[in-house]
């Protein structure tokens, strides 16, 4: 009796074991498809939990994946993904929109800070709302970057200075 109750309990902890490890392998797929870039949208993105597997969520993505946002009342409402290059090191991002529509001339428009879970290799923001009383405007392309934050409270990392920030993840949005 002893006996096939451990058996039986081992059945149970190799196939949890199995379960948890493909979809280890699911995340790790969608993850691999995505990573380094920034997932705009403007429909709200389904949890993951409303998928069988994480793989199924691929393409989904790849549907709702938007370059342009449509401007409501007055501002612009972004469903924003980010998959990190890397797992986050800190509790908390920086993420710098800039004007890209002129190359030869971008601009910093706007910082923010952004928390994120230690260890995170996705960030999700839903329904990360953004204003021309913030500096955007209509007809404009913003690069918007993922960055590690200043380190000891500085005002900028030497890297940031030198124009090589810590870049966990980029996209860009055009606004209309």
């Not at 990360?128 to 918007?144: I, N, Q």
């Amino acid at each position: 009796m002893k006996l096939m109750r451990r058996w039986l309990m081992g059945v149970a902890a190799m196939v949890g074991v199995a379960t948890v490890a493909s979809g280890a392998r699911a995340d790790e797929t969608l993850w691999r498809s995505f990573h380094g870039r920034v997932v705009f949208t403007d429909i709200a993105l389904a949890p993951e939990s409303n998928f069988e597997n994480a793989a199924m969520m691929t393409p989904a993505l790849k549907r709702l994946e938007r370059s342009t946002i449509d401007q409501t009342a007055g501002f612009w409402r972004i469903h924003v993904l980010a998959f990190l290059d890397r797992p986050s090191a800190t509790r908390s991002l920086v993420l710098r929109a800039t004007d890209v529509s002129n190359p030869k001339a971008p601009h910093k428009v706007r910082v923010f800070e952004v928390p994120v879970e230690r260890g995170a290799k996705e960030l999700r923001m839903d329904d990360f709302v953004v204003t021309t009383g913030m500096g955007f405007a209509s007809g404009r392309s913003y690069e918007l970057v993922f960055e590690a934050p200043p380190e000891d409270g500085a005002e900028a990392s030497e890297t940031a200075k030198a124009g090589k920030a810590d870049v966990y993840a980029k996209g860009v949005i055009t606004l209309r």
